[in-house]
């Protein structure tokens, strides 16, 4: 078990690019989470799998957010057309029906700077 | 709307016991959480309290009252380690959905 990991850990965009960042949850895992945080605030959600099914997304997420769980493993979690706003750092987690789904274990995260 | 209220700021000495607050409003409710993120670190999880009542894990414990929408985070023997923030989350719906955070606590223990 060697935790939830994202890459890249940073990502320096310039307003108007496109980005991707992709979380790997602890292996057997079912749910994988996506949120945002910026600085002073907690973390917000932003959208849910289990396994590879979407099953929830915040009304934060608008049309230039997508978020795929193709095979029910990783994820990936795309902006399109980056503002300036988008900039914060994106967290992912995971959880397990084995745990009753209570506890989130969370990545480092990828910390998003668009300019 | 949702919306949960914690203090921004508590202070403390190493060996005290301090309380955080969490006063909810939400849409729903299934259950509270507890979470500490360490500047520059992921959020980890410490407690969950779907029931009335008080959970205790080591030197923290953590208490739910569902009619008032009221929880608290008792830390006890602080240590300087526990210096972090720490978040109040509530799940408005079923466990493993969303989690609505607070804005978070920010602990400073001095010695």
């Known amino acids: 078990d060697t935790g939830v990991s994202q890459d890249p850990r940073h990502k320096i965009t310039k307003r108007g690019q496109n980005v991707t960042f992709r979380c790997d949850p602890i292996?057997?895992?079912?749910?994988l989470y996506w949120y945002r945080q910026t600085l002073g605030q907690g973390p917000e959600f932003l959208t849910y799998?289990?396994?590879?099914?979407?099953?929830?997304k915040s009304r934060l997420l608008s049309d230039r957010f997508s978020a795929e769980r193709p095979k029910g493993s990783f994820s990936t979690l795309e902006i399109q057309r980056t503002e300036q706003g988008d900039s914060a750092m994106y967290l992912c987690?995971?959880?397990?029906?084995?745990?009753?789904?209570?506890?989130?274990?969370f990545g480092p995260g990828t910390r998003l700077t668009v300019t | 709307g949702q919306s949960l209220e914690q203090p921004s700021e508590v202070t403390a000495v190493e060996g005290a016991i301090v309380q955080i607050n969490c006063t909810y409003q939400?849409?729903?409710?299934?259950?509270l959480s507890w979470y500490q993120q360490h500047d520059g670190g992921a959020p980890t999880f410490l407690s969950y309290?779907?029931?009335?009542g008080l959970e205790e894990t080591g030197r923290f414990s953590s208490f739910l009252s569902r009619s008032d929408s009221y929880g608290y985070l008792l830390l006890q023997e602080l240590q300087m380690k526990d210096s972090a923030s720490y978040f109040c989350?509530?799940?408005?719906?079923?466990?493993?959905?969303?989690?609505?955070f607070g804005k978070g606590t920010t602990l400073s223990v001095s010695s």
């Open positions: 309290n779907a029931l009335d």
């Open positions: 987690a995971s959880s397990s029906i084995k745990d009753g789904f209570y506890e989130q274990y």
């Open positions: 989350a509530v799940s408005a719906n079923q466990a493993g959905t969303a989690l609505i």
């Open positions: 939400t849409s729903g409710f299934y259950g």
């Open positions: 292996s057997e895992h079912n749910r």
């Open positions: 799998f289990q396994n590879e099914a979407q099953l929830e």
